[in-house]
């Protein structure tokens, strides 16, 4: 008989749910574009059994991670850390992977990796620069969607600098870019750069080693990933299932907790 | 039922209050009362038998006790930048004659108005919590806490006797920190930190008292060079003059020979209990030590407080023989935590660290305090080691030995908005614990007493992952064994 485990990630920014088959195969999956303390947890749970047209009662095991992770204490099992939780899903899908970079809503995280378990790690501190709330603040000053950044970015035929690291700062410094007539995407260009190098200073103090891979959702942001790769000299890989990846270690490790509990 | 005090715990919270209180009795007897920088060599005040307070160690008391904020926040009014160290900005605040007070009940005779937001839940004689109209959980009135409001000690001093005066001045926060009396003299090594040059510069030029300064380069070299040790011994015997010139005493050779037995011996004991978390599982909870750090700081040249580390030793031996520890829960795992403690949220920093089995079985404090010297020289080459005056080649040794010695699997950094010299070198030496020990690290951000700069979601995630790092390692090392 099958094993079915259940992930959750609730993020500051969004929920996302992934149900796994044996602990290998991805059979639902959900995102809902709100996280935690508001109703998008129990959304993204709900769409996750529609997805597959499962039930609770049909889940082994469930594990919550995310920053909203100990707000699910009544429908998961147990809790991890978004840190373990991302080293793991990235390692189910890139089993070579020694270098893990987060992007998150509200923090950016550099995991280090030995066969496929995270050793140590690296953080933002309190600042809010180089998260995907930096990008969001942005894209909002810009007029234009945060996801279409990276097509946007790409189109940019000179490179200017968004030297501030402080968000609020680094608004002002797009406005009075925007005021002088630069090309918005030049400006994108230039944030994308911003955060990247708020990224990589992060990503040496743990060494960096290949594969890197990076996960969230910012990692569907084209023009930072290149600009990580620039900064790191290193390629960056990422996947389509990136903004699931938190999701998906909690629903691995659950599949292990549960075949412990079966084991017992 | 209370929790059990051993007697050495009670022995040394006795030395610190008694400072405390000689210092206000000094002050009532009109002598003269200092304030110094932690690591200023207390063995010249002890010659002169000079009543000292110790400003880092009660702005740590402050903040332990919730009122950093109001205290940082004043001297930010008073023009100080919020970049400036906490501990620096509470001691300015208190210089200048601010306090954390009570908010008085002008309608009554007597009282304060009572802030609604404190207090815990109100519960029946069956242990239930008790609900209001609204289904809400009533407090529990003996609990509740009046408003904190910053008073002037100055205005209060000016006002004319009567009930007015004495009301405000029983209003002022009733621990002994926020009681201390103002500075007749400040004596300041900067060996500690930088920031403590302008500090003190500060706080003699705001009250016009005499500021004795020992300047101590920092140490690039692994031990300190002779140039500096000279530079530094003339400093001692400048300042021998100047406190002769304060005091109108003469050096009293065999008073300040006797401190320097003291403090020795003082330090010897420290190091004894600081070794105690050699033992696995260790009988003491390293938070301890934060707390005993008062005595090390406010004592060390007093027999009382050689005397009470020795009790407390004697205490954490019978931990051993009967396998007991005063760490409230079974240790799991050990860490090295690098930093001063974030004082307004020692609970916060706690819960997580208890929740995970984590003991703090290494501080940087131990070889900070743990100084002992056989003549001047070498007492003056003690005091040029301190955490931020070393080279982070000597840090590292310093750390990494007790690491060693003390048997940990992780390191958790505190990033201390208030301390940037020892935040800004950490990153190195976060990257060489991980390289030469092979244990993970978190850093996380917080502040020794800025509880503004302190986040418990951030800390908790941190401390998570630190402690699935660990496990993973300890998964690694069994299966190596």
Avoid at chain 1, 18 to 33: F, H, N, Q, R, Y
Avoid at chain 1, 231 to 240: A, F, I, K, N, Q
Avoid at chain 2, 30 to 40: D, M, R, Y
Avoid at chain 2, 157 to 169: I, N, S, T
Wanted: charge should be negative.
């Amino acid at each position: 008989m099958s094993i079915y485990t259940l992930g959750i990630d609730v993020g500051s920014t969004a929920s996302k749910c992934i149900i796994l088959k044996d602990g290998t195969e991805i059979v639902g999956k959900s995102l809902i574009d709100v996280g935690a303390g508001t109703s998008g947890p129990a959304r993204a749970i709900e769409a996750a059994f529609e997805s597959c047209g499962m039930k609770a009662s049909d889940m082994a095991y469930t594990l919550a991670t995310g920053y909203g992770r100990n707000s699910l204490e009544n429908i998961a099992d147990s809790q991890m850390s978004e840190l373990s939780c991302h080293a793991k899903g990235a390692s189910f899908l890139f089993p070579d992977v020694r270098t893990v970079i987060d992007i998150g809503g509200q923090d950016v995280k550099a995991l280090h990796i030995e066969n496929g378990a995270m050793v140590n790690f690296q953080m933002n501190d309190k600042c809010a620069a180089g998260t995907g709330r930096f990008l969001d603040v942005m894209a909002k000053v810009l007029e234009v969607e945060v996801n279409d950044l990276g097509d946007l970015g790409a189109q940019s035929t000179k490179r200017i600098a968004i030297s501030s690291t402080c968000t609020v700062f680094a608004e002002s410094e797009v406005i009075s870019q925007l005021s002088m007539g630069t090309d918005k995407r030049d400006i994108i260009n230039g944030i994308h750069h911003s955060v990247a190098n708020r990224v990589v200073g992060l990503v040496n103090r743990i060494g960096v080693q290949d594969r890197v891979v990076m996960t969230g959702g910012v990692a569907q942001n084209k023009g930072i990933v290149a600009a990580l790769e620039e900064g790191l000299g290193h390629t960056v890989y990422t996947s389509p299932l990136t903004q699931y990846n938190g999701a998906l270690g909690a629903a691995l490790f659950a599949y292990q907790k549960a075949l412990r509990n079966v084991n017992k | 039922m209370a929790k059990q005090v051993s007697p050495g715990v009670l022995a040394l919270r006795k030395v610190v209050d008694d400072v405390y209180a000689d210092a206000r009795e000094a002050k009532k007897q009109g002598k003269l009362v200092g304030w110094s920088s932690s690591k200023f060599p207390c063995e010249l005040a002890e010659a002169f038998d000079l009543n000292i307070m110790y400003p880092e160690n009660q702005a740590a008391g402050i903040a332990a006790q919730r009122d950093g904020e109001i205290m940082c926040q004043a001297a930010e009014d008073l023009g100080f930048d919020n970049d400036i160290c906490g501990y620096a900005r509470i001691s300015l605040a208190y210089a200048a004659g601010k306090r954390a007070a009570r908010k008085i009940d002008w309608s009554k005779e007597d009282g304060y108005v009572i802030n609604p937001a404190t207090g815990k839940p109100l519960k029946d004689e069956n242990g239930n919590v008790v609900l209001d109209e609204n289904g809400k959980p009533k407090k529990d009135p003996k609990t509740q806490t009046p408003y904190i409001v910053l008073e002037d000690i100055h205005e209060i001093e000016a006002l004319p006797e009567g009930r007015e005066k004495e009301r405000r001045l029983e209003s002022i926060q009733p621990y002994k920190q926020m009681r201390i009396p103002q500075p007749d003299f400040v004596l300041c090594c900067n060996n500690i930190c930088n920031c403590m040059t302008k500090w003190y510069e500060n706080i003699a030029r705001m009250c016009n008292i005499p500021l004795i300064m020992i300047d101590v380069p920092y140490n690039n070299t692994m031990d300190p060079n002779p140039e500096n040790v000279t530079y530094i011994r003339a400093q001692f015997d400048n300042a021998i003059h100047q406190l002769e010139e304060l005091t109108g005493k003469k050096f009293d050779q065999a008073k300040f020979e006797h401190a320097c037995a003291q403090a020795n011996r003082t330090a010897q004991n420290w190091l004894k209990v600081c070794n105690y978390l050699q033992y696995k599982p260790a009988p003491l909870s390293g938070f301890d030590l934060f707390n005993h750090m008062a005595d090390v700081v406010t004592a060390r040249g007093k027999k009382e407080a050689a005397d009470a580390f020795d009790l407390l030793a004697e205490d954490l031996e019978k931990n051993i023989k009967e396998g007991t520890s005063t760490l409230p829960f079974p240790e799991q795992y050990r860490v090295m935590f690098e930093g001063i403690p974030c004082w307004p949220k020692l609970p916060n920093l706690f819960k997580p660290l208890k929740a995970n089995g984590i003991n703090v079985t290494a501080v940087v404090y131990a070889p900070a305090f743990g100084f002992v010297y056989n003549n001047m020289d070498e007492m003056v080459s003690a005091y040029c080691k301190a955490p931020n005056s070393v080279s982070i080649e000597k840090g590292v040794e310093w750390r990494e030995g007790i690491c060693r010695e003390n048997k940990v699997d992780g390191v958790l950094v505190h990033y201390n908005r208030s301390c940037k010299p020892w935040s800004g070198y950490m990153a190195e030496m976060q990257r060489r614990f991980t390289a030469d020990l092979g244990v993970p690290c978190a850093g996380f951000d917080g502040d020794q007493a800025d509880p503004r700069n302190f986040n418990e979601a951030q800390y908790e995630t941190r401390v998570q992952g630190l402690v699935e790092a660990m496990q993973i390692r300890a998964e690694k090392l069994e299966a190596q064994a």
